[in-house]
């Protein structure tokens, strides 16, 4: 089994290398890289350079400019041979042993779509913040509400992926969620699994961070909601959204009680995955 990766890098040289890494180190299955460079002005081509001189032949680099991230990532797919598809964002990582437990529910659900493992969420520096956990995920519950699926942890099978048609170039904000309730509406499975996979890394200039798309997020969400309901959202939608998630959490009691720990307890761990390696921090 290969599965192909994705790294979209544009100006995110700070991160770049320990995602990297987490990509390379990669056991049990065979991985393909694939990072996309589409004009970065930071240190971006210098970690690039050092990467290419550390792990020669391990990645394939496509320089060419881009209309945005859903553009930058289907470029790259466009040239991945792998079974299996996921993209990872240049500011997060993958845990160790990720790919060789998803590969096990990908043998387990040969016609699945998708396989959605969990995460954690940490900060700029790789300290825990929470977990993040994955849900059973279709395009009514998305819209309702109730379904939420960590990107950084979500592996597409090639083929379904190639016949949805990928990304939605028009979308700049939740591609991901997108390319899932196009999977879902088109009767492919979307497989949970109970791993813990990927670190989502809040960093100040991430799209969820900066909220910069926010109005645009706004939208798409409200567009996906008119083309699975068949009609615009309204108020009462929003209130019955509320009293949906509410009761979700009292149908996951366990879920609820991880979610208190994470709010009320706070950890010191931190994850040595998300550093930047020592041969990296000087071009930092």
Do not use: C
Request: charged share 25%; no cysteine.
């Amino acid at each position: 089994m290969k599965i192909s990766v994705v790294t979209n890098a544009f100006n995110q040289g700070k991160y770049l290398a320990a995602a990297a890494e987490s990509v390379l180190g990669q056991a049990g299955v065979e991985v393909e890289y694939i990072i996309v460079e589409p004009g970065s002005t930071d240190e971006t081509p210098q970690v690039l350079e050092a990467l290419s001189r550390r792990y020669p032949g391990k990645f394939t680099l496509v320089s060419d400019p881009d209309d945005g991230p859903s553009d930058g990532l289907n470029k790259g797919f466009a040239q991945a041979s792998g079974d299996w598809f996921i993209y990872l964002n240049a500011d997060d990582v993958f845990l160790p042993g990720a790919f060789a437990e998803a590969a096990r529910h990908m043998r387990a659900h040969p016609d699945a779509g998708s396989v959605l493992g969990n995460g954690y969420i940490i900060d700029d520096d790789g300290h825990y913040i929470r977990r993040a956990v994955s849900t059973r995920f279709t395009a009514r519950r998305f819209v309702q509400g109730t379904a939420f699926a960590l990107q950084q942890s979500t592996f597409y099978r090639a083929k379904v992926f190639r016949q949805i048609g990928g990304f939605n170039l028009a979308n700049s904000t939740s591609w991901d969620a997108e390319l899932l309730i196009d999977m879902d509406r088109a009767g492919f499975d979307l497989v949970n699994a109970s791993g813990y996979w990927s670190l989502f890394r809040m960093q100040p200039n991430s799209i969820t961070v900066s909220q910069r798309f926010a109005d645009e997020s706004l939208r798409t969400h409200e567009r996906y909601f008119l083309e699975e309901m068949g009609r615009e959202r309204t108020a009462s939608d929003l209130r019955l959204k509320k009293v949906r998630q509410q009761l979700s959490r009292l149908a996951d009691p366990a879920g609820t009680a991880m979610r208190l720990r994470d709010a009320v307890f706070t950890s010191n761990r931190v994850f040595k995955e998300a550093q930047a390696p020592e041969w990296a921090r000087a071009l930092s």
